[in-house]
């Protein structure tokens, strides 16, 4: 009896060892792929501000770079499955509970399954690219098409504004992490050189802010095109990051952020490798 026990208690260690070991496997891909898109966007991004972009700052316009270098399609399968592994790390988290001592609580784990959904688009998007089907098209065209189809619905104008409104505060909300460096609770500081803990905080501050910055200013185009009741005013990321050359800052403030985007992306490229999973 006691054999039967320990034998079923074993197999079940070994398969929550796997099921963690995939999850992990799952999670620093999809991290790895996450960086890959911000370094491309910021680059991009960094291009239009000096005046010498010829593509738009956004998934759209990182893919086509992406597919412009050697191996190009081998890179896209290769950032669409890593896309994939985040999708169902998320999923993984939404479905068990995510580390940390309140993972398994419904605030962490209602997040996890809308970045599933979140990343499970990205995903496709990407692999359609890479199949030669399109799939990722213009963001600031996505963005209005969508804004023009939920307006039309009943209350569609409220769901836009509330639904921009939380983009809006997500993005205020990023930056202010950023800021109080609470992504140091899910990192493996122990394995962190002094040096690179200073590093990683660089691009994680930085990358934050800049993150934070696009969001909330999205989120503040979709507001007022809600408000406005004019789906054109609604904004993608490229359009979102241009605005930023608009103001009095001119392209300098553009630049600034875009740099940021590229941090994002080495600070994602970090997690990869340090993050708890």
């Not at 999670?27 to 792929?33: E, K, V």
């Not at 995903?123 to 690219?129: G, K």
């Not at 605005?243 to 080495?266: D, H, I, M, Q, R």
């Amino acid at each position: 009896m006691n054999a039967r026990v320990m034998a079923r208690t074993g197999r079940g260690t070994a398969r929550r060892a796997a099921n963690g070991s995939a999850a992990e496997a799952a999670a620093r891909a999809g991290l790895t792929a996450r960086g890959v898109i911000y370094l491309l966007v910021g680059i991009l991004a960094l291009q239009i501000a000096f005046g010498t972009g010829n593509r738009q700052a956004d998934r759209g316009g990182a893919l086509e770079e992406l597919a412009d270098k050697p191996f190009g399609a081998v890179l896209l399968w290769a950032l669409g499955i890593g896309l994939v592994g985040m999708a169902l790390w998320r999923l993984s988290e939404a479905a068990f509970g995510a580390t940390g001592k309140d993972g398994h609580k419904a605030k962490k784990r209602a997040p996890a399954a809308a970045r599933c959904v979140f990343y499970a688009f990205v995903a496709y998007s990407v692999l359609a690219f890479a199949a030669g089907s399109g799939g990722s098209g213009s963001s600031d065209k996505q963005s209005r098409d969508i804004t023009a189809r939920v307006m039309e619905i009943p209350a569609g104008r409220w769901l836009v504004g509330l639904a921009a409104a939380g983009i809006a505060v997500a993005g205020v909300v990023i930056a202010v992490q950023a800021i109080r460096r609470t992504y140091h609770k899910k990192l493996k500081l122990g394995a962190l050189s002094a040096r690179s803990r200073k590093l990683l905080d660089i691009t994680g501050v930085g990358g934050g802010l800049a993150r934070g910055a696009v969001f909330a200013a999205a989120g503040a185009f979709a507001v007022r095109a809600a408000v406005d009741y004019q789906p054109d005013r609604a904004k993608g990321l490229d359009d979102t990051l241009r605005s930023f050359a608009e103001t009095p800052l001119g392209p300098w403030l553009l630049a600034c952020v875009a740099a940021g985007l590229v941090l994002f992306g080495v600070f994602s490229f970090a997690l990869a490798r340090w993050r708890r999973v």
